[in-house]
Nanobody, 115 residues
């Protein structure tokens, strides 16, 4: 059974940084693209960033230059390094992946950017 577990969220001041982690089990991690999404209060969940099995990355335009997605296949883990955080980055952040014919989600980790 596929499981995704996020961690690393918390409260940070504007301009600060956080690194989120997502540990994956139950599937062949190294051959799967991985994604980060987020859902802000009162808004729909949105895609943030992706990384392919080969390490190619893609980002929502508003994240470019501030967020970096990476992966460590030896640890079955995908990361999201978030710098220069803004209050509007406050959201629950989820990792996700398509495996077989189903999209799997983690439980999410809360990121709050506030002074």
């Amino acid at each position: 059974q596929v499981h995704l577990v996020e961690s690393g969220g918390g409260l940070v001041q504007p301009g600060g940084s956080l690194r989120l982690s997502c540990v994956v089990s139950g599937m062949t991690f190294s051959t799967n693209a991985m994604n980060w999404h987020r859902q802000a209060p009162g808004k729909q969940r949105e895609w943030v960033a992706s990384i392919t099995s080969g390490g190619s990355t893609n980002y929502l335009d508003s994240m470019k230059g501030r967020f970096t997605i990476s992966r460590d296949n030896a640890k079955n883990t995908v990361y999201l390094q978030m710098n220069s955080l803004k209050p509007e980055d406050t959201a629950i952040y989820y990792c996700g992946t398509l495996y077989g014919n189903r999209y799997y989600w983690g439980q999410g980790t809360q990121v709050t950017v506030s002074s």
